[in-house]
């Protein structure tokens, strides 16, 4: 099999059509690149270059391997160039889990620094709550996870990656919707729709603590698991409901979203959740350049 240096020389010969000036270009002396070329045309059998003591030029074979030995180099590189990115994190592939919520509060900031500053780092993304994220980054199903803050778990390294707070969502027709700003205490037996104890349960406990705080007691008339599928049962006339702010960006028809006095301390918060022994060199980069640690709280 020809090596890449006999296909690199036979390339100079070929565009230069002198022996000497391919020499010169090659930074080598005229004997070993004749020998390179001699060893080239044994190799494949047939003639490359016609070579007289006044022109050199190529055989019909010659014409005809040139635009693949050409192909071959440039392959070859590109090859060797991608190896050596892969260890550096400019290039490879990370895979991410999200929430339905952190698709409207965070993810559209990470897909675009991730595209600006790691452009060939493939990102696949999957939509999953957060406890099924914790234990797909602990298996290595996923590299990185968009989670809501729990319970700690070995092996699991978290990052405080946003923040935002609570707004009211009503159905337009509620009667309270004539207002600019709720309490919380209007939420005091009121049909509400409720977060899942057990898939939405960082949700869940945020709001029962928030209401046993003030003393109210809504109805609880549904427990769901997505915000997409609260505001629907909301828009349906079922109650009102607690979302992050940034649920307001999905503009549901048939939704009103109010600003809830004396609520400031008690955001929703985003992590950024990954194994601590998680060696893949794009992740590394991506959370060194993407994912400062206070960018976006």
């Known amino acids: 099999m020809f090596s890449l240096p006999r296909l690199t020389c ?12 391919a020499a010169e270009r090659l930074r080598m002396t005229q004997p070993p690149l004749s020998r390179q070329i001699q060893q080239l045309e044994h190799e494949l059998g047939v003639q490359l270059v016609d070579r007289t003591s006044r022109s050199v030029t190529l055989t019909a074979a010659g014409v005809a391997f040139l635009p693949d030995a050409r192909r071959i180099v440039r392959l070859a590189e590109s090859a060797e160039l991608t190896v050596r990115r892969i260890p550096t994190g400019d290039l490879g592939t990370v895979a991410i889990g999200f929430t339905g919520a952190s698709a409207h509060a965070v993810l559209p900031q990470l897909l675009g620094a991730a595209q600006e500053k790691l452009p060939d780092v493939e990102l696949i993304l999957r939509e999953m709550v957060s406890s099924a994220q914790l234990d797909a980054i ?4 996923l ?6 803050p729990t319970s700690s778990r070995p092996g ?7 923040q935002e707070q609570l707004v009211a969502a009503l159905p337009t027709d509620h009667e309270l919707v004539g207002r600019d700003r709720l309490a919380i205490e209007d939420f005091d037996d009121q049909p509400v729709v409720m977060y ?7 949700f869940n406990e945020l709001l029962v603590s928030t209401f046993m705080a003030v003393g109210a007691a809504p ?9 997409h599928t609260m505001l629907a049962l909301v828009r349906a006339g079922l109650g009102m409901a607690l979302v992050p702010e940034s649920a307001s960006t999905m503009r549901p028809d048939g939704v009103v979203f109010r600003t809830l006095t004396a609520i400031r301390d008690r955001p ?3 992590h950024a959740a990954w194994r601590t022994d ?3 060199p794009a992740l590394a980069r991506l959370m060194k350049d993407v994912l400062p640690q206070t960018e976006w709280i």
């Open 143 to 148: 590299d990185l996870g968009l989670v809501r």
């Open 278 to 280: 998680n060696r893949n």
């Open 196 to 202: 899942s104890p057990v898939d939405a349960r960082y």
């Open 219 to 227: 109805r609880y008339v549904q427990y769901v698991t997505q915000i």
């Open 156 to 162: 699991i390294e978290t990052r405080p990656l946003h």
């Open 268 to 270: 929703v918060q985003m």
């Open 138 to 141: 602990a298996s290595g199903e």
């Open 10 to 21: 036979f390339i100079a010969v070929a565009e230069e059509l002198h022996f000497g000036r």
